[in-house]
């Protein structure tokens, strides 16, 4: 009998991380803006060759390597970020290697390594939901051969000292540590923030990913960007496909770079919610981490399935945590534009009285 490889077959079934479309989608930390006019416009007035042709992926990655001021050899477009953390995952993972990262986390990183056959470590965050540093430096073993962390995390929203992760970077060197930085356009106070590219140039083995479907609104396109060192991101494009990113994604990408103040804008906005979402929390009594990315984490004192069901009677999708290690009764938010978090505040209030009661 035809049969998949055992580290397949021992996966679980597959579910979409899309539960239902009916109600405010506030559960994938989508954008609720839409996207950038430019990108509209330019998909509008998309040729027929242009669509006819196979994409020129190269031609992106000069575009994406002038925007983060790095050589265009360190720059890998993919197919969202979930297709860079794909192929970073198989370019060093041998079956029994080891993968660290801490919970909670994105799900994706142990579901992609248990897939390859990897030894799939996972530290804990302590109950204030940080990265725990130290367990990093005290795990790491020369099986370690990928390391993982998001900054800003998800589902906590928390961002760590950049000093903390490049002492991890350093501990290392024969591991891939891969920073994601999906959400790096909502933190801090400036569009700087902390992000880890520019020490690319003294990190060999340090890799830092971005991604479209965040704070530039893009998510259906598919894109994604993986940056590392020329030799590491060369090995990776040996393997990759080669139209692996669309022509239409591509197409859209110089609109999307060069309308800034569309993402400016959309980060503002962003920032103004997740702080109604804190002062609403604040208000209710319930814990809540305070986030540097498009959405909240909150423990809502109740059952965090009721919660989710009485938020969804109220026509409003929000995203059960509560399986994810050290979130118990945790619900996550993703913030809306200002007109839909006034309806969104009001189905909080209603939906926590409710089960209250
Ligand atoms: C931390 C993190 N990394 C990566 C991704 C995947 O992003 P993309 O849509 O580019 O595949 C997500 C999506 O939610 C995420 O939360």
């Known amino acids: 009998m035809l049969k998949p490889r055992e580290s397949i077959a021992a996966l679980s079934p597959y579910h979409s991380p899309i539960v239902s479309r009916a109600g405010l989608s506030l559960d994938l930390n989508e954008s609720m803006a839409g996207c950038s006019p430019r990108v509209l416009a330019r998909l509008r007035s998309l040729s027929a060759a242009e669509v006819s ?184 494009r040996r393997f990759c496909l080669p139209f692996n990113v669309n022509a239409v994604a591509l197409a859209c990408l110089e609109e999307a770079l060069a309308d800034q103040a569309f993402v400016s804008d959309h980060v503002a906005q962003v920032k103004q919610g997740r702080e109604r979402l804190a002062q609403l929390f604040d208000e209710l009594g319930l814990r809540f981490w305070p986030s540097q990315t498009n959405f909240v984490l909150v423990r809502v004192g109740v059952k965090a399935k009721t919660f989710v069901e009485s938020m969804q009677r109220r026509g409003v999708l929000v995203r059960d945590s509560s399986a994810n290690p050290g979130c118990d009764g945790c619900v996550r938010i993703t913030v809306g534009t200002p007109r839909q978090m006034d309806g969104v505040l009001q189905a909080i209030r209603e939906a926590i009285a409710e089960s209250r009661v």
């Open 53 to 236: 042709l196979y994409p020129e992926r190269e031609v992106g990655e000069r575009l994406i390597a002038n925007f983060l001021g790095i050589a265009s050899d360190q720059v890998l477009l993919t197919n969202g970020m979930d297709e860079a953390l794909s192929l970073l995952f198989t370019n060093y993972l041998d079956p029994g290697d080891e993968l660290l990262f801490a919970d909670p986390t994105f799900v994706e990183y142990p579901m992609l390594g248990e897939a390859l056959g990897a030894s799939v470590v996972r530290l804990q965050s302590g109950e204030n939901l940080a990265l725990p540093g130290a367990d990093f430096l005290a795990r790491i073993s020369p099986r370690t051969r990928v390391i993982v962390i998001a900054n800003p995390n998800n589902p906590s929203g928390l961002a760590a000292p950049r000093a903390d992760l490049l002492r991890i970077a350093e501990s290392a060197p024969d591991a891939a540590v891969l920073i994601d930085e999906a959400y790096f356009e909502f933190c801090g106070e400036t569009m700087i923030g902390e992000t880890m590219i520019p020490d690319l140039a003294r990190h060999p083995n340090l890799f830092v990913a971005r991604t479209f479907s965040k704070a530039y609104g893009l998510a259906g396109l598919r894109l994604g960007v993986l940056t590392g060192a020329a030799e590491q991101i060369g090995y990776l």
